[in-house]
C-alpha cells in the first residue's frame, strides 16, 4: 500500500464498581486531566486482555516469555524424536545464537520475548534441515510468519534491533470522561466451622474500586499491518482486532465484582490523513447527575465536529449505540460495523492492487 489509511476507534463504556486494573498499592489506577482525578486502565492491560480473547477465538496469537528456547527445544523433539533434552535445546540455543539473542544459564532471555507459533515451527524445521545456520535467514524467520498479536503490538528486541517489529496499533490509556472519587469496600468473612458467632470475623480487610465512563481510544494503521502481515489476512486482522477490542475487558478482580460490560458507544473513522484521539472532548470533566453516558456521547461527537475544522474528510465514519448520530453512518449491531469496515478496507487495497 503506498497511499496512508488508519482506522480510528473511539469507544464510551461505563463500568461499574471494579478494579480491573490496579496500581502498586492495589488500588485502582488513576490520572490527573483536566485538573481531575480520572479513572484510568493502562494500555497494556487492555491489549492483554485483547490477545486473551485472540486464543478464545482461535485467532493468531503468539507467546510472550522468556522461555522461547525451551518451546523451541520442544518443537524439535516433536519434529526429530531422536534428539533427547540436552541435544534439542543444545539445537535452540544455536538458533538464538544466531539471531543475535542472548540466553542464560537457564536457557532464558533476558526480556519477555513475543514470538508466533509459525517462527517457532519454522525454526525448528530450519534447524533441522541445516548444519550450518545462516545469520540472515534465521533473522528472516524471524521476521516473518507474523501472529495478528505480533503484528498489531509489535516487538522490541534489546538485544538485536533487527527483530524489532513496528507496531501498526495504538492503544491509548483509557480515562473516565468526568472525576472519580476514591472508594473502598470493607468486608468480613466469617468461619463456617465456628459455632460461636460472638467471636467475630475470621477475616476482615478492604478492597480499592470505583465505578467509572471511560472513553476508550486505539487506532490502526493499516499500511503497517499489511506490511508485517505480507499483505495477507491484513483486513480480516483489522476486523478481529476491532471486534475484541470492542468486547474484552480486563479482568482484575472480576470475581469480586462482576463488572463485564459492554460499550455504550462506538465510533469507527477510516482516514487517509492521520489518527485522531477526541479524548480532548473531556478535558473538561462531564458533570452529571442524571449520568454520564448521553452527556459524553454529545462532547464527543462535538469533538469530532471540530477536528473536521484541521483534517480531512473521513472515507467513512460508523456509529453503533446512537440511531440519530448526524456525523456518520449509523449501523445497527456489531457485525453490520464490522461488515461495513471490511468492505472500505477491501476498496482500497484493491484500488491500490489495480493501480500497481
Not at 39 to 57: C, E, H, L, M
Amino acid at each position: 500500500m503506498t497511499n496512508n489509511l488508519y482506522v480510528d476507534l473511539s469507544v464510551l463504556q461505563t463500568v461499574p464498581s471494579s478494579n480491573i486494573n490496579r496500581d502498586d498499592t492495589g488500588a485502582p489506577k488513576t490520572a490527573l486531566y483536566g485538573g481531575v482525578a480520572r479513572a484510568r486502565v493502562s494500555s497494556q492491560s487492555w491489549k492483554k486482555a485483547v490477545r486473551d480473547v485472540f486464543k478464545q477465538d482461535n485467532i493468531s496469537a503468539g507467546t510472550r516469555t522468556k522461555t522461547a528456547a525451551t518451546l523451541l527445544a520442544k518443537e524439535l523433539q516433536v519434529r526429530d524424536s531422536s534428539l533427547d533434552d540436552d541435544a534439542a535445546m543444545a539445537k535452540a540455543s544455536d538458533i538464538f545464537a544466531a539471531a543475535g539473542i542472548k540466553l542464560n544459564k537457564d536457557h532464558e532471555t533476558g526480556a519477555l520475548l513475543l514470538v508466533s507459533r509459525g517462527q517457532i515451527s519454522k525454526l525448528a524445521q530450519y534447524a533441522l534441515d541445516n548444519e550450518t545456520l545462516d545469520k540472515k535467514e534465521v533473522k528472516k524467520v524471524l521476521k516473518g510468519d507474523q501472529s495478528l498479536d505480533l503484528a498489531l503490538f509489535g516487538r522490541m528486541v534489546a538485544d538485536n534491533p533487527e527483530l524489532n517489529v513496528d507496531a501498526s496499533a495504538q492503544v491509548a490509556h483509557a480515562v473516565s470522561t468526568h472525576e472519580v472519587v476514591p472508594e473502598y469496600d470493607y468486608f468480613t468473612a466469617l468461619d463456617d466451622e465456628q459455632k460461636d458467632d460472638t467471636t467475630g470475623a475470621a477475616m476482615l480487610g478492604t478492597i480499592d474500586f470505583n465505578s467509572a465512563t471511560l472513553y476508550r481510544y486505539a487506532n490502526l494503521n493499516m499500511n503497517e499491518l499489511v506490511h508485517n502481515l505480507n499483505g495477507t489476512d491484513a483486513i480480516k486482522g483489522a476486523a478481529d482486532f476491532i471486534k475484541d477490542f470492542l468486547l474484552s475487558m480486563p479482568t482484575g478482580k472480576q470475581n469480586t465484582f462482576a463488572n463485564k460490560t459492554l460499550p455504550n458507544y462506538v465510533m469507527v473513522t477510516i482516514r487517509t490523513d492521520t489518527p485522531v484521539n477526541l479524548v480532548s472532548a473531556f478535558e473538561n470533566p462531564v458533570n452529571s447527575d442524571e449520568g454520564y453516558v448521553a452527556p459524553s456521547i454529545k462532547r464527543l461527537e462535538d469533538e469530532y465536529v471540530r477536528t473536521q475544522e484541521y483534517v480531512d474528510q473521513p472515507i467513512i465514519t460508523l456509529v453503533l449505540g446512537k440511531a440519530d448520530s448526524t456525523i456518520g453512518d449509523n449501523v445497527a449491531n456489531l457485525s453490520e460495523l464490522l461488515e461495513k469496515v471490511t468492505e472500505e478496507l477491501a476498496k482500497v487495497v484493491q484500488d491500490e492492487n489495480t493501480d500497481d
